[in-house]
């Protein structure tokens, strides 16, 4: 509505308000260049050059995103699938593992178990060890 009473006039000063918050955010921000006066002149006078914010300025961004093809985007959903399968596959091989490892406990148990009992028995002549490991009746108490 100001625009429209005041033409150009307003214009000019919003442009003038726009140009100095520009200038004090780059310097607070530390946003300034330092270029030799020749290619600062240069660069000002080329026509090749566009001085607006365009996607080839926000491309050259460090941490800018860039735009992926439909096929990079596939290749990475199923980059993200197989290692998500290969993640899963792991895990299930952990768990078989852990279960494993659990019947080998119980069974090193049990057989802690049965070679005490055996030992006890062999204490007690019940039975005899043989030269070859095994075990036998023990021919004293018969």
């Known amino acids: 509505m100001a625009y429209s009473i005041l033409g150009d006039t307003f214009s000019q000063w919003v442009k003038r308000q726009i140009d100095e918050r520009n200038a004090r955010v780059a310097e607070k921000g530390d946003l300034m260049i330092e270029m030799d006066p020749e290619v ?3 660069f000002q006078e ?3 050059i566009s ?3 365009g996607a080839s300025a926000n491309m050259l961004k460090v941490g800018s995103k860039r735009r992926r093809t ?3 985007v596939k290749a990475d959903k ?3 699938l197989l ?3 290969d993640f899963q596959a792991k895990i299930a091989r952990l768990a ?3 279960e ?3 019947d080998y406990d119980r069974l090193a148990m049990e057989n802690q178990q049965a070679k005490e009992v055996i030992q006890q028995l062999n204490a007690e002549g019940m039975v005899d060890f043989n030269e070859d490991g095994s075990i036998s009746p023990s021919k004293k108490k018969q």
């Open 70 to 72: 439909h096929a990079q």
């Open 78 to 80: 199923e980059e993200a």
């Open 51 to 53: 001085l607006h914010k």
């Open 46 to 48: 080329s026509t090749a």
């Open 96 to 98: 078989e593992a852990e």
């Open 40 to 42: 600062h002149a240069a």
């Open 100 to 102: 494993r490892l659990a």
């Open 83 to 85: 290692k998500e399968q």
